[in-house]
C-alpha cells in the first residue's frame, strides 16, 4: 500500500487524532463526526474530478464507505485526511477505467425552464476541463484545485514526476486548444 501524499498547506483539519482513534474502536459518535468532515472535505474535489456532474454524490458515498470499511486498518490516525482522499482519487480513477470497458448508454438531462445559467466562459471550461482524459482531469485537479505540489501530484497518482510535468502541460495545451486560446510564445 502506498503511503499517502502529506496535506497541502492551506488543507483544513475538521477531526483530530482523538476521534479517529475513538471510531477505530467502535464510538458511533465519533465515527458520525469524522464521516462529516471528511465528507464536507471530500466534496469538491469529487465535484472538480466528476465535472460538477451529480456523479460527485456517488463518488463521495463510495469513497466513504470505503473509509467505514477500512478504518481499522488506518495506522496512522494523523494521516486520516490524506488517506481518505487517496481513496477517493483511487475510486474515480476505477470507476472511470471500468466505465471505459463497458458500453453505456446516458440520457442527457432535459434543458430545465427559467434556470439562469453560469457565466458562458465557466462552462465552456467546464465543459473543456470533462473532455480530458481521467488522469489528466484528475492531475489538473489536484494540482490547481487542491494546491498540490507538481512532486505531490505525482507521488498522490503514482507516477514521476516527470511524467507529472509533462502530463499537466499536454493537458493545458489541449484545454486550450479546445478553448480556442493561443499557447504563451
Same mark, same amino acid.
Given at each position: ?8 498547506? +492551506? ?5 483530530? *487524532? ?55 486498518? @488506518? ?54 476541463? =470533462? ?8 492531475? @489538473? ?7 498540490? *505540489? ?12 516527470? *511524467?507529472?510535468?509533462?502530463?499537466? +502541460? ?6 486550450? =486548444?479546445? @478553448?480556442?486560446? =493561443?499557447?504563451?510564445?
Amino acid at each position: 500500500m502506498r503511503e499517502p501524499v502529506s496535506e497541502p498547506a +492551506n488543507a483544513h483539519r475538521g477531526s483530530d *487524532t482523538a476521534t479517529v482513534t475513538a471510531a477505530q474502536r467502535g464510538d458511533d459518535a465519533a465515527l458520525a463526526r469524522l464521516v462529516r468532515t471528511l465528507a464536507d472535505e471530500l466534496m469538491p474535489l469529487a465535484s472538480a474530478l466528476t465535472g460538477g456532474s451529480g456523479e460527485a454524490d456517488a463518488l463521495l458515498g463510495d469513497a466513504l464507505s470505503r473509509v467505514y470499511e477500512r478504518l481499522g486498518q @488506518l495506522e496512522e490516525p494523523a494521516a486520516v485526511h490524506a488517506w481518505a482522499r487517496t481513496i477517493l482519487l483511487r475510486r474515480f480513477l476505477d470507476q472511470r477505467r471500468w466505465l471505459r470497458r463497458r458500453p453505456t448508454c446516458r440520457i442527457e438531462a432535459a434543458e430545465s425552464v427559467g434556470v439562469t445559467t453560469a457565466d458562458p466562459a465557466l462552462i465552456d471550461v467546464r465543459e473543456a476541463v =470533462k473532455t480530458l482524459d481521467h488522469r489528466d482531469r484528475a492531475l @489538473l485537479v489536484l494540482h490547481y484545485w487542491e494546491h498540490f *505540489t507538481i512532486a505531490e501530484c505525482a507521488r498522490e497518482l503514482g507516477i514521476p514526476e516527470g *511524467t507529472a510535468k509533462s502530463r499537466l +502541460n499536454r493537458a493545458l495545451l489541449r484545454l486550450r =486548444k479546445r @478553448l480556442g486560446d =493561443k499557447p504563451d510564445e
